[in-house]
């Protein structure tokens, strides 16, 4: 996820062969696999995580998931601030599940580093329920809400193949059509839907 009007796509980022994935990349309606318990053992989920926060951070994200940038495993990083000095709001979550919901809901413009110069608003849950794991295997059970729980949803459709243009209102679908096909043009058919 990135702030609107804020992304920019980076290409190559020091420090990582790590790229974002842009629409219709077929990473981003991929199936995505469970990280193992020994990939977190051996050091490359939390390799991977600290390419993934390079590469966003270069993007001026705030969060992305492993299929942007290649990787079909079911993990997220974020950081809400966006700022790579704020290291302690880093956030890298493992083999997440919402496993209870709001009833309520919200909407509010999201943009995404996958879908460059596009936004719309998007309906999300208040508050979620998720259970996860950390980079040591520890299971992780957490309530998000407000910004964080748009932010973390977000996140977790990359990790069941949906993209937020999947979520605008028809109208949004329409206005930013003509950008996808231009995307699909340029990028082939790829993934897309």
Same mark, same amino acid.
């Given at each position: 996820?990135?702030?609107? $009007?804020?992304?920019?796509?980076?290409?190559?980022?020091?420090?990582?062969?790590?790229?974002?994935?842009?629409?219709?990349?077929?990473?981003?309606?991929?199936?995505?696999? $469970?990280?193992?318990? $020994?990939?977190?053992?051996?050091? +490359?989920?939390?390799? !991977?995580?600290?390419?993934?926060?390079?590469?966003?951070?270069?993007?001026?994200?705030?969060?992305?998931?492993?299929?942007?940038?290649?990787?079909?495993?079911?993990?997220?990083?974020?950081?809400?601030?966006?700022?790579?000095?704020?290291?302690?709001?880093?956030?890298?979550?493992?083999?997440?599940? !919402?496993?209870?919901? +709001?009833?309520?809901?919200?909407?509010?413009? $999201?943009?995404?580093?996958?879908?460059?110069?596009?936004?719309?608003?998007?309906?999300?849950? %208040?508050?979620?329920?998720?259970?996860?794991?950390?980079?040591?295997?520890?299971?992780?059970?957490? %309530?998000?809400?407000g910004f964080e729980a748009r932010?973390?949803?977000?996140?977790?459709?990359?990790?069941?193949?949906?993209?937020?243009?999947?979520?605008?209102?028809?109208?949004?679908?329409?206005?930013?059509?003509?950008?996808?096909?231009?995307? !699909?043009?340029?990028?082939?058919?790829?993934?897309?839907?």
């Amino acid at each position: 996820m990135s702030a609107v $009007e804020e992304e920019v796509n980076p290409g190559k980022v020091e420090g990582t062969d790590l790229t974002i994935k842009i629409y219709p990349h077929p990473s981003l309606r991929g199936e995505n696999m $469970e990280v193992t318990e $020994e990939e977190l053992k051996d050091g +490359s989920i939390k390799q !991977i995580a600290k390419e993934m926060f390079l590469v966003m951070y270069a993007a001026q994200g705030i969060g992305l998931a492993a299929p942007q940038v290649g990787i079909n495993k079911k993990m997220m990083v974020y950081n809400e601030s966006g700022d790579k000095h704020k290291w302690l709001n880093e956030v890298v979550l493992v083999n997440p599940k !919402i496993v209870a919901t +709001s009833d309520g809901k919200d909407v509010m413009g $999201e943009a995404c580093l996958s879908f460059p110069d596009m936004n719309g608003d998007v309906e999300r849950h %208040k508050w979620i329920r998720v259970e996860a794991l950390n980079l040591k295997g520890k299971k992780i059970k957490k %309530k998000f809400s407000g910004f964080e729980a748009r932010l973390f949803q977000h996140e977790y459709d990359h990790l069941d193949g949906t993209v937020y243009v999947d979520r605008v209102s028809e109208e949004t679908r329409a206005e930013i059509q003509p950008k996808l096909d231009a995307l !699909i043009s340029a990028h082939g058919e790829g993934g897309a839907p």
